[in-house]
């Protein structure tokens, strides 16, 4: 941990979050950072991320700590680094330094949080003895958020007020985090020629992210197989006829997360099949973002964004029927089974830990219609709030194979027309919109979506 | 988790592990390899790392997999990938295709655990679930591995007989390893001229190891604070006077380490202090190297290291005395704080989830002793030994100023004479050595050592 030197908007932005949180509940609040998590063996860890409700309201990413807040008041609990900690690790703030920067009214040694947390709510975080001890301390169950109840759901509540609207400290890191981004995406474009298999391309642009001292906000995705829609791996060649694609974020030091989409081709040139699609994909991406403004449903985002995928679809002859009743049907997402996006912010899928209490507005759960169950994000949109819109097209073997969709959508699905697309395993393309009152503001607009630019950054290297 | 394309080595070495196993130890054994740890929300996860003794006898990564090992029949457990999961992490080979793999006689899925593992013994894994679930299947307490007795203490001795030394399938991994690992500090020393901060440094040196479809074994220690022995910031900016101190190994997909260190100068230069101090851990490093064979005691060698070490700084004035007199009072080790090195395979510190029942040889314990305690090998060495040589000369302010070691070492020290070296706050040189019966095999000696040839590294590119 250290103090980040370009970071006062973050600092600016903490008095009036906790006084914001005050506003809405009259209970006090104690929120933990977590610790570190082993990896083969306690003393090798992963790298340490701090719990995201923390960082909100603390700023910094401070190891094993608590904060407790109660009206404006915020004390901080942090102990002092151990002896010989400075030989291993370096000096360390002090507790009083990381206290004034966060603009704490007392610090504490952890042996003084029990006493004053008796009656406070909270939120799970993910470190399992972080758990134990917050129910150690609180002297009662905390359970996942999702099944919160009391206190700690009025709390989870306000929190999803709070965060899902971003002030001008959040807006400052997500600009940060989406610029890298860019940048990443850009080094992957041209990398691909030279890369063998997918994993160059990867190590090129997590390498970028990390040269910009920030870290990847999840587990890049940079495969040949698109149609994974969650595809780990890095292991397959690149090949002329392939198209990559590669899903990206970087997330700064204070925690905040892009997440970013771009498909290209292996080859530099993308084939006439290819561009078909990829044409469809990216007038669902720009229809989309184009309708994006306060007050706006996000459903009719997606449903928008499902129309004109299956629009194109039929135009080039792969559905049959009425683009309405197409995507009343689900047929759309035979070939786009996912949502069209989802909050970002502190976590790539901002606040998932909350289950769909962020996603979902009050009242709302997920249909279960095969078009709409994927969707993480169902409210009225909010000037403040950046959303992802992603829209893609994907032959999932998975599905497209199902013999329960083939008769399904026998009528509606031209097979043979289809099999001529089948240089297409996934294409997807994401930015990251930040919502104003009038329209929006792409924070990525800087990676070009159009296919020539695409081209271009791949060949000119 | 997929089926790595050139790992026959390490298959082919499984049978024989297992056999060995079954030779030391006549009771049935448990492994778990665990599971995802989360990071800041459930589904975005750290990436996942199998436990290492399961690695060993198991050959792949499996999550969420247990083996049972009874005389030289092998069950895996391993339960289908759930319905859905194709859509989001692609087709996964079938426990079967897995089990003929790794040579299993049997596959199961989880639920019929239970009633196979009693009475087994095993190795408490690090990821916390996956410790409940220990205690759970076998119905009973599960302690760390140092704190482990019976069967379990059992099962420990004979994993450390067998891991200590390196079959032809660990070897040909850490090997990959080892050049993986040497072309990252070729590529960290190219790019050190156009980087802004230490983080463009990492980025660099990280992106080659992902570009190779690797990982890193441990957190990079990238840094202009060289005398901060584990630091892991990488956010000070380079100034031409600096030396850069890069600890970074490469892990393979299969989970065998490297772990090396090289320091060099931000200017491309070193000045004739900072060579000063270099010759003399260099000569260290090449002494311990070169007396390195089978059955030589490893803390003779950290001791000859000290020696080296405590000469040179004799010879430049810094330390006063006879060489001899200095080590035993421990006084290089206000210059050299650390042990010369560990063994290294699967994990970077190999077994230190063990402690040090590894590390020391039966009946021995650490050493209270200032120039000894941190020594985390105490073994005579055996052929198939894989451990580092790594000695360092560092100013650490915490022991430096520590009115004790002034006192103590008041008339063993050239303060004045120490402060003409204040461009040299941190060196060490690390390699990875293979011990073998008549010396060694440097498996990272690609990778100079010498000043001329990184200064050549860093200036051509």
């Given at each position: ?20 949180l ?15 998590s ?40 942090l ?21 004034e ?27 399992p ?26 709390l ?35 990398a ?7 994993a ?9 992210i990390?040269?910009h ?17 969650h ?23 204070l925690?905040?997360a892009a997440?970013?989409?771009r ?5 530099g ?6 561009r078909?699609?990829?044409?469809i994909?990216?007038a ?9 403004k ?7 985002i997606?449903?928008?964004g ?22 009343e ?35 709302r ?17 909010k000037?403040?709030?950046?959303v ?30 289809l ?18 009152e ?22 000119h290297?």
């Amino acid at each position: 941990m250290y103090l980040p030197p370009d970071c006062q908007a973050i600092q600016m932005a903490l008095p009036q979050r906790r006084q914001r949180l005050s506003e809405l509940i009259d209970i006090p609040v104690v929120l933990w950072s977590g610790r570190y998590s082993p990896r083969n063996f306690p003393a090798n860890t992963y790298p340490f991320r701090a719990s995201s409700h923390f960082l909100y309201f603390a700023g910094l990413p401070l190891e094993n700590a608590a904060i407790r807040l109660e009206g404006e008041r915020l004390e901080l609990f942090l102990d002092e680094a151990p002896a010989g900690n400075a030989l291993w690790h370096g000096e360390m703030p002090q507790p009083s330094d990381i206290a004034e920067w966060i603009g704490a009214d007392g610090v504490f040694p952890h042996t003084e949080l029990e006493a004053r947390a008796q009656g406070a709510a909270t939120v799970r975080v993910q470190h399992p003895e972080t758990q134990a001890q917050q129910v150690r301390i609180l002297q009662r169950s905390v359970p996942a958020p999702p099944q919160s109840t009391g206190i700690d759901r009025a709390l989870v509540e306000a929190i999803v007020t709070l965060r899902l609207t971003h002030d001008q400290g959040g807006l400052a890191e997500l600009r940060k985090a989406g610029a890298v981004t860019v940048a990443a995406h850009k080094a992957g474009m041209a990398a691909t020629q030279i890369a063998s298999l997918e994993a160059g391309v990867r190590g090129t642009m997590e390498g970028v992210i990390l040269s910009h001292n920030m870290t990847c906000s999840y587990n890049s995705i940079v495969t040949v197989h698109g149609e994974v829609l969650h595809n780990e791996q890095y292991c397959h060649p690149l090949q002329p006829g392939n198209l990559l694609l590669a899903d990206v974020g970087a997330e700064t030091p204070l925690g905040w997360a892009a997440d970013v989409t771009r498909t290209w081709p292996v080859s530099g040139q993308f084939s006439p099949t290819q561009r078909e699609i990829y044409q469809i994909v990216l007038a669902a991406h720009d229809a989309c973002i184009e309708q994006i403004k306060s007050g706006v449903e996000y459903q009719e985002i997606h449903l928008l964004g499902a129309r004109v995928i299956a629009a194109g679809l039929v135009d080039l002859g792969i559905l049959r029927g009425a683009v309405e009743d197409l995507v009343e049907q689900d047929a759309h997402a035979l070939f786009f089974p996912h949502g069209i996006g989802h909050v970002l912010g502190l976590d790539v899928h901002d606040m998932e830990d909350l289950g769909d209490l962020a996603g979902y507005a009050a009242g709302r759960r997920r249909s279960q219609r095969f078009g709409l169950k994927f969707l993480r994000l169902n409210r009225p949109l909010k000037a403040g709030m950046l959303v992802t819109i992603e829209p893609g097209f994907y032959q999932v073997p998975g599905i497209l194979n199902d013999s329960k969709n083939r008769d399904r959508y026998h009528n509606l699905v031209n097979w043979e027309r289809l099999d001529q697309f089948s240089d297409v395993r996934g294409i997807r393309i994401e930015d990251d919109v930040w919502v104003t009152e009038t329209g929006t503001e792409v924070l990525t607009r800087d990676l070009p979506t159009q296919l020539e630019e695409i081209e271009t950054l791949i060949n000119h290297r």
